[in-house]
């Protein structure tokens, strides 16, 4: 089993609408949690940190859940400019960070 | 502005030639990684450098080696050992604000194409 799994994907949505992305994580002891977005051929970038209070920031909503040990990203009304892939992203410290990556979702939105 | 500063950001090389690759930081950063993307994959870990002078294998370090002489700097070589080195690179690091949570920051990665 790997350590972060994300949907496959890919998904392919027209403007406007709401996808949502889940990822799982295997290790209990994982404290900190994030959703990357990665441009085609570019570094990943800090989307948003993840809560399991939840988060919330303009159109893209995170969430964690500790006991299924499962993170979700909700992004609403989508745009063209969401085209990218989503990384979830995992984050031990055991002495030193230990930080693992899922292989992404891409998403493709269409006008 | 701070941040990280790869180089070169394309590099085409041989086989059999070593590489090096540049990753240069002015976030005042302690820790610093080498990540490798294949297409379709997670970033895989190469090599961490949580302090000057020191530095630990990640997940895949057969046929890279690394250095940590200054705080700022962690280049990574590509050796002839390594038997797929097409790939692309990326360098990050984690300190300051972000040293609570883990949070990596990113350099703009270096795409190797051994022809």
């Known amino acids: 089993r790997k350590e972060v799994e994300q949907d496959p994907g890919p998904f392919n949505v027209p403007e406007g609408a709401t996808v949502a992305f889940n990822c799982t994580y295997s290790?209990?002891?994982?404290?900190?949690f994030f959703w990357y977005r990665q441009d085609c051929r570019k570094e990943p970038k800090l989307l948003m940190s993840?809560?399991?209070s939840g988060n919330e920031d303009g159109r893209f909503t995170a969430q964690l859940n500790r006991a299924s040990q499962y993170i979700s990203l909700l992004i609403r009304d989508s745009k063209l400019s969401d085209s990218a892939t989503y990384l979830c992203?995992?984050?031990?410290?055991?002495?030193?960070?230990?930080?693992?990556f899922g292989a992404g979702t891409r998403l493709f939105v269409k006008a | 502005d701070g941040g990280i500063t790869q180089s070169p950001k394309y590099l085409f090389r041989k086989e059999g030639q070593n590489v090096t690759l540049s990753c240069e930081q002015n976030?005042?950063?302690?820790?610093m990684y080498w990540y490798r993307q294949d297409p379709g994959q997670g970033l895989r870990l190469i090599y961490y450098?949580?302090?000057?002078?020191?530095?630990q294998k990640g997940d895949i370090a057969e046929g890279y080696s690394v250095s940590r002489e200054k705080k700022e700097s962690f280049p990574l070589t590509v050796t002839s050992a390594q038997k797929n080195p097409t790939a692309f690179y990326l360098c990050?690091?984690?300190?300051?604000?972000?040293?609570?949570?883990?949070?990596?920051?990113f350099g703009e990665g270096s795409r190797l194409t051994v022809l």
């Open positions: 450098s949580q302090i000057v002078n020191d530095f």
């Open positions: 992203v995992v984050t031990l410290n055991t002495g030193g960070f230990k930080t693992i």
């Open positions: 993840v809560y399991s």
């Open positions: 976030l005042n950063h302690d820790a």
């Open positions: 990050a690091s984690i300190g300051g604000a972000r040293i609570s949570t883990g949070e990596l920051f």
């Open positions: 290790n209990s002891a994982s404290q900190s």
